[in-house]
């Protein structure tokens, strides 16, 4: 996958997973049964990753991902992103999300990031990991 094919694929992955009226199994489309998620330090497994994503869909209005960086190289993928999002109660978000996944045929095994609230309310530092 080069550049340009990797930056389409997470552009759809986000957009699909993040769908606020996205069916829950919509992540069998882009991620393995065994895939592990570590976001700041802490891991989970595709189940509680799965939880992580309803629980962000069922507070979120609406959102848009913007990609500032996107490389690939073999079964590796990286990307600086930032995630733009409306909230239910209509307040408003940017987080700075910056990854490494790592592909398993045309599915990510593996993801790790790092985040950082650029704007937003205190409570929303939990956005990568809210449950």
Same mark, same amino acid.
């Given at each position: ?13 986000? /957009?699909?997973? &993040? ?7 919509? @992540? ?7 895939? !592990?998620? !570590? ?10 990753? +799965? ?6 869909? =069922?507070?979120? %209005?609406? &959102? ?9 190289? +073999?079964?590796?993928?990286? /990307? !600086? ?14 987080? %700075?999300?910056?990854?490494?996944? @790592?592909?398993?045929? %045309? %599915?990510? =095994?593996?993801?790790?990031? !790092? ?10 530092? /939990?956005?990568?990991? *809210? *449950?």
């Amino acid at each position: 996958m080069n550049g340009v094919e990797a930056r389409a694929f997470l552009q759809e992955l986000y /957009d699909a997973v &993040c769908e606020p009226n996205a069916a829950r199994d919509v @992540t069998d489309d882009y991620f393995t049964e065994d895939f !592990v998620h !570590v976001t700041n330090g802490a891991i989970f497994s595709r189940t509680e990753f +799965d939880d992580h994503l309803s629980a962000l869909r =069922s507070d979120l %209005k609406r &959102c848009r991902f913007e990609f500032t960086t996107v490389l690939a190289e +073999d079964d590796r993928l990286a /990307d !600086v992103h930032l995630f733009h999002a409306t909230w239910a109660d209509g307040h408003e978000t940017t987080t %700075k999300f910056i990854g490494v996944y @790592t592909l398993l045929g %045309k %599915k990510i =095994s593996r993801f790790e990031e !790092v985040s950082f609230l650029l704007e937003g309310q205190a409570s929303d530092q /939990d956005i990568p990991t *809210r *449950r």
